[in-house]
C-alpha cells in the first residue's frame, strides 16, 4: 500500500494563495491516480480535486474550480494542490489520498475509491 505525507499547509489572509504538497512511498507511484480531500470541523470529508496517472485528466469540487490547480510530477513521487483566491470556507484539515486504478477517464469524487491516506495537513484562511 502506498504511504503518504501532506505538507505545506498554513495561516493566510482571504485571497492570498498556499501550495500543498503530498510525497508518496511504498509502491509505484505512477500507477495511481491522486485526489485532494479536506474536512472542516463538524463537516464531512469532502472531495477538492483528482488527477489520473499521468497528469492528462484532472477534475475539481465546483467549490474550488477557477482558484486551485492539481498537478503531479511522478519522478518526486509527489501531488501538488496550489490554492489561489483563498476563502475563509476553504479553513479545513487538507488530506491526499491515492486511487489504485491510475487510468480512469473519469476521476472518483468518493473517498471510499482512495487508499494510503496521509495525516492531513490544517489550512487556515482569516477573513
Known amino acids: 500500500q502506498v504511504q503518504l505525507v501532506e505538507s505545506g499547509g498554513g495561516l493566510v489572509q482571504a485571497g492570498g494563495s498556499l501550495r500543498l504538497s503530498c510525497v508518496a512511498s511504498?509502491?509505484?507511484?505512477?500507477?495511481?491516480?491522486m485526489g485532494w480531500f479536506r474536512q472542516a470541523p463538524g463537516k464531512e470529508r469532502e472531495f477538492v480535486a483528482a488527477?489520473?496517472?499521468?497528469?492528462?485528466?484532472?477534475s475539481y469540487a465546483d467549490s474550488v474550480k477557477g482558484r486551485f490547480t492539481i498537478s503531479r510530477d511522478n519522478a518526486k513521487s509527489a501531488v501538488f494542490l496550489q490554492m489561489n483566491t483563498l476563502k475563509p470556507e476553504d479553513t479545513a484539515v487538507y488530506y491526499c489520498?491515492?486511487?489504485?486504478?491510475?487510468?480512469?477517464?473519469?476521476?472518483?469524487?468518493?473517498?471510499?475509491?482512495?487508499?494510503?491516506w496521509g495525516q492531513g495537513t490544517q489550512v487556515t484562511v482569516s477573513s
Open positions: 489520498a491515492a486511487d489504485s486504478i491510475g487510468f480512469r477517464v473519469v476521476l472518483p469524487v468518493s473517498s471510499v475509491e482512495y487508499e494510503g
Open positions: 511504498g509502491r509505484t507511484f505512477s500507477r495511481y491516480a
Open positions: 488527477i489520473n496517472w499521468s497528469g492528462t485528466v484532472t
